[in-house]
């Protein structure tokens, strides 16, 4: 990195003596740069435009959406106030919708955090060939939730991996029916949703465990702590952060989790595993009720942003007060 | 010797855990090697474990791909074939040829795309401040963790009366601007940390903000742009959700053509894993050569989905 600083010091004196050196074509050369200083806030410009309006703007859009009574393929604006969200409040599939995405968040969160937590502490006992666990626990993660859908649904089959292994284990039990009971359902998917995030939580803690300052380790060791007292009384306080911000992004994913379980169980058996995403999507392009399903992703939204904002917040206030 | 290096050795000392209760007595230096070494091996034992767990779906994919329909039936499905035959990857390979270039030329384009625009967008962020650059920042990136359902009947109208439904460059350009919030994040926490000086020393000998640009923070950012690049190649290559929506039958994402494979009346289990491990190749690929930078991209505050 020294040395690249250096070669561009080089180079860009010698243009700079070419430029003073050659006073005519100075003027021009800085109108030229006056110019080229416009294009670079143009783009930026014109990049914040985009996303006022592929974003801000249609955020707006969709709740004035949510407001109408849009039904069918053609586009209507009649509004008729919040009636799709007194609708919703009291549809059954929205709670129940809703009750799943909280019970997904439930046994999913904690496992892949712990799991990924014991991870990432075993990884930091100076491991050989650290690198290649790594690589392997994080791997599931870089797969697209297209390809792993379809790889735990071939593990979910009557007679796939998972019912031979358990056969396996514990000889004589019958067939577990892992996506067709509408009670396992959700916790399979959590099953599959754990070995596909625990890699990448083990990284987040393994980054934050990485930049714990030495000296903080030394004291403790040298005032005798040691093993396990050393993770729960030291590191673990250490990395609040890190657990922060797993906590705030598997949160935010099990809110927007659609890939995964519409190509799954496609939401099924019955609603067992309806969350609200895939009810966003059924209501619009499924039954054509877009002013309905709007309403469904603007609640989605706030939810998302009552988590967001504040994260977002605390974060760079923090490090704003850092510097 | 400088004080890191004397940290070090302090440490590596610590570890042994003798230094403070070994006083000569050779039964118990035994004692503790022997704890010691069950330590270890029960830590590598679980890791081992760990490591075949999370592999056992990937293998067991795998080695659906290469047996027959008549095979798989009868096979363990943790045991590879007998009899590997290729057949599964070509029928594979027929249905998906085209819809993997159409990926191929829209992941490439907006992944590109994207890393220029992000790269401009966290210099002017870092280096050209203007009152509320920090709000402004905020604003983009919230972006990053908008749940995409919330904006998709708007972006669905809008990508269908542009005439871009079911295009090349309609699924270019919405990658590209729903990249923008994560390749500036991205730039913008590298860029923070090129020193300003480097920066005011050119300004004062008469270089412009485009120069600068060239000549100093392009030449000085390779790593953020591979990172920002393998990073957006994964998740462009991975989406589906804007493929399932924005495109038809004309301009097919592998993605969806994946999904279609497999979403017959029966799945056909070989070719389903055929069709996903190809699918999967150049993501794979990524992942053991540039394994490193996709960390990197994933630490500075990625997410997914």
């Not at chain 1, 070669?7 to 005519?24: F, Y």
């Not at chain 1, 969709?62 to 919040?82: A, C, H, K, P, R």
């Amino acid at each position: 990195m020294k040395a690249l600083k250096k070669e561009h010091w080089n180079t860009n004196k010698s243009i700079l003596i070419n430029i003073n050196g050659i006073p005519k074509t100075k003027w021009i050369m800085k109108s030229i740069f006056a110019r080229d200083k416009f294009i670079i806030r143009l783009i930026f410009i014109i990049s914040c435009i985009l996303i006022i309006y592929f974003v801000y703007f249609f955020i707006v859009w969709n709740v004035i959406v949510s407001l109408t009574g849009w039904e069918g393929l053609v586009q209507t604006y009649d509004f008729i106030g919040l009636e799709n969200y007194s609708q919703m409040s009291q549809d059954y599939v929205f709670w129940t919708s809703l009750l799943n995405n909280f019970i997904f968040m439930g046994i999913f969160i904690p496992s892949s955090i712990i799991l990924g937590l014991l991870l990432a502490i075993i990884l930091d006992q100076k491991v050989k060939r650290e690198g290649f666990f790594r690589l392997i626990y994080l791997l599931p993660y870089a797969l697209s939730f297209v390809v792993t859908a379809y790889l735990w649904q071939w593990m979910f089959t009557s007679d796939g991996v998972l019912n031979i292994l358990i056969d396996a284990i514990v000889p004589g039990t019958i067939e577990i029916s892992w996506l067709g009971n509408r009670y396992l359902a959700l916790v399979s998917i959590s099953i599959a949703m754990i070995w596909q995030f625990s890699g990448y939580v083990m990284l987040v803690f393994l980054a934050g465990i990485r930049s714990v300052p030495p000296s903080i380790i030394m004291a403790a060791r040298i005032d005798g702590a040691s093993g396990f007292k050393l993770y729960t009384r030291i590191i673990i306080p250490q990395i609040k952060t890190s657990a922060f911000t797993a906590f705030v992004i598997l949160m935010i994913f099990t809110l927007k989790a659609f890939d995964f379980i519409y190509l799954l169980t496609g939401g099924g058996p019955g609603y067992g595993t309806y969350i609200l995403p895939i009810m966003m999507y059924e209501e619009a392009f499924a039954k054509n009720q877009f002013a309905y399903s709007s309403t469904i992703a603007t609640t989605l939204l706030i939810v998302v942003m009552m988590i967001t904002i504040p994260y977002l917040y605390i974060t760079y206030r923090k490090r704003d007060n850092q510097k | 010797m400088t004080l890191d290096n004397m940290i070090e050795m302090i440490n590596s000392e610590l570890d042994n855990e003798m230094v403070f209760s070994i006083k000569n007595n050779s039964k118990t230096i035994l004692f503790y090697k022997i704890k010691r070494t069950i330590k270890r091996v029960t830590l590598y034992v679980f890791l081992i474990i760990m490591a075949i767990i999370m592999f056992i779906p990937l293998w067991s994919g795998i080695i659906a791909a290469f047996k027959s329909q008549a095979e798989l039936s009868l096979t363990s499905p943790l045991l590879p074939s007998l009899s590997p035959t290729l057949d599964p990857l070509t029928a594979a390979m027929n249905e998906l040829m085209r819809p993997m270039l159409n990926s191929y030329l829209f992941t490439f384009m907006a992944t590109i795309g994207s890393c220029l625009i992000g790269s401009i967008c966290g210099f002017v962020l870092t280096k050209l401040k203007f009152k509320g650059s920090n709000i402004v920042f905020l604003f983009l990136i919230i972006g990053i963790f908008l749940p995409y359902q919330s904006i998709i009947i708007p972006l669905f109208i809008t990508i269908r009366d542009l005439g871009l439904y079911d295009s090349l460059w309609g699924m270019t350009v919405v990658h590209i601007i729903y990249g923008i919030p994560i390749t500036t994040l991205l730039f913008r926490s590298y860029y923070e940390n090129i020193p300003d000086n480097l920066l005011n020393a050119a300004k004062v000998d008469g270089a412009g903000i485009m120069t600068i640009y060239r000549r100093i923070i392009l030449p000085l950012s390779p790593l953020p742009f591979v990172v920002a690049a393998v990073f957006q190649f994964t998740t462009i290559w991975n989406d589906y959700l804007f493929a399932l929506i924005l495109t038809g039958s004309d301009f097919e994402p592998a993605s969806f053509a994946l999904s279609n494979l497999a979403g017959g009346t029966e799945t056909a289990w070989n070719n389903t894993m055929a069709g996903a491990l190809l699918y999967s190749l150049p993501i794979i690929f990524i992942f053991i050569f540039l394994g490193k930078y996709l960390m990197q991209g994933l630490i500075a505050g990625a997410i997914k989905g």
